[in-house]
């Protein structure tokens, strides 16, 4: 069974940056497209970034543009979301995912396998 593990939450200051990870085990990273979200208490998991298996194409949601970066190295089958100028409103758990059959890449229901989360907190 294969799994996903997140690391590098925090509790930070507004302007701060921090690096997430999610490793993976157990499947085919460098064949998978991956993405990450992000849900605060009560709301809705939301879109945060995907990248192809290459990494030849990415997409971020507009809330985050130009301040959060999504990478991934193959060889360590390891994502990451490199986050800068953080903000209050991105306090949440930020989950990694694996791309599934069908769904839209910035919808949850577009993938298949979720990591169990990591929290971010960022303080005013």
């Known amino acids: 069974q294969g799994q996903l593990v997140e690391s590098g939450g925090g509790f930070v200051q507004a302007g701060d940056s921090l690096t997430l990870s999610c490793v993976a085990t157990?499947?085919?990273?460098?064949?998978?497209?991956m993405g990450w979200f992000r849900q605060s208490p009560g709301k809705e998991r939301t879109f945060v970034a995907a990248?192809?298996?290459?990494?030849?194409?990415?997409n971020v949601a507009r809330s985050v543009k130009g301040r959060f970066t999504i990478s991934r190295d193959n060889a360590k089958n390891t994502l990451y979301l490199h986050m800068t100028s953080l903000k209050p409103e991105d306090t949440g758990v930020y989950y990694c995912?694996?791309?599934?059959?069908?769904?839209?890449?910035?919808?949850?229901?577009?993938?298949?396998?979720w990591g169990q989360g990591t929290q971010v907190t960022v303080s005013s």
């Open positions: 995912a694996r791309r599934g059959f069908g769904g839209d890449y910035d919808s949850p229901s577009g993938y298949g396998f």
């Open positions: 990248i192809s298996p290459q990494a030849t194409r990415k």
């Open positions: 157990g499947l085919t990273f460098s064949n998978s497209e």
